[in-house]
């Protein structure tokens, strides 16, 4: 552990082998950083009121806050928590927010993101994995984002959204109802457009697999029909045999209590 000598680390703490604390960096109250992890100068993480738990060689950069208090007003000062996995990495002046008692207590990040500069994830967000999102973006509490999404810059999530896995949310992009997974979204309010075609590809799913994915989004995209009427066509034309991608899809929109973009 190499600790520098303007660094502050709360005696409450606890920091893992390897990890690195730079100049005026802070890390604050019931705090866990894991090994192989990396805060550059002026970083903080944690709060004296909170608990945040940092997995493995995540980098959190200057400016940065990882773990500090809701910015709800119904927050008095409980011990909520930050959850955070593995290789995760925290641009500069990005902003991380503990859940609230009211939302279930706790805020998850997973592993392998990279967030971008300027980005606020508020309370009682829950992220997967491998989630690109590039700067100045905001997530309102409650916004859940599954695996393997990508964000363009300066976006906005309402409140209590959910974002499907492997779907691209194009930049300036404004999102009041849940996206569904596999597709293309843009727009102020954003909708989804498209199949996510080439992101899929370069993930390794089959031509196959996306052709027969591609066919179950228009269903959804380009009918008339409702979500419901969508669903049933979706699962006829399958034979009652859909692939993963396709059963996620439907699982997604029939578990949707904020409604789909399109």
Do not use: W
């Amino acid at each position: 552990m190499s600790v520098h000598a303007t660094a502050y680390v709360d005696p409450k703490a606890k920091i893992g082998k390897d990890v690195f604390i730079g100049p005026g960096a802070v890390v604050l109250g019931n705090t866990s950083v894991g090994d192989g992890s990396y805060l550059h100068n002026h970083a903080t993480v944690g709060s004296n009121e909170c608990t945040t738990v940092m997995g493995k060689k995540n980098i959190v950069f200057p400016g940065a806050v990882v773990g500090g208090t809701p910015q709800d007003l119904k927050y008095a000062g409980e011990n909520t928590r930050l959850e955070i996995g593995d290789s995760n990495i925290f641009r500069e002046c990005v902003t991380v927010n503990t859940g609230t008692v009211s939302g279930g207590g706790l805020t998850k990040i997973g592993s392998h993101n990279l967030i971008m500069a300027y980005c606020h994830v508020a309370h009682d967000c829950i992220f997967g994995d491998h989630i690109v999102v590039a700067n100045s973006s905001n997530f309102a509490g409650h916004v859940i984002i599954e695996d393997h999404v990508k964000v363009g810059g300066v976006c906005s999530f309402n409140q209590f959204i959910k974002i499907g896995t492997h779907s691209y949310i194009a930049g300036e992009s404004s999102v009041n109802k849940d996206i569904i997974p596999y597709t293309i979204a843009r727009g102020n309010y954003a909708v989804s457009t498209v199949t996510n075609k080439i992101g899929l590809e370069r993930s390794g799913f089959s031509k196959d697999e996306v052709a027969a994915l591609h066919r179950a989004v228009r269903v959804v995209l380009k009918g008339n029909e409702t979500i419901e009427k969508s669903i049933e066509t979706i699962l006829e034309q399958a034979e009652q045999k859909p692939n993963e991608l396709v059963k996620h899809l439907v699982s997604f929109m029939q578990k949707s209590e904020r409604g789909i973009a399109r």
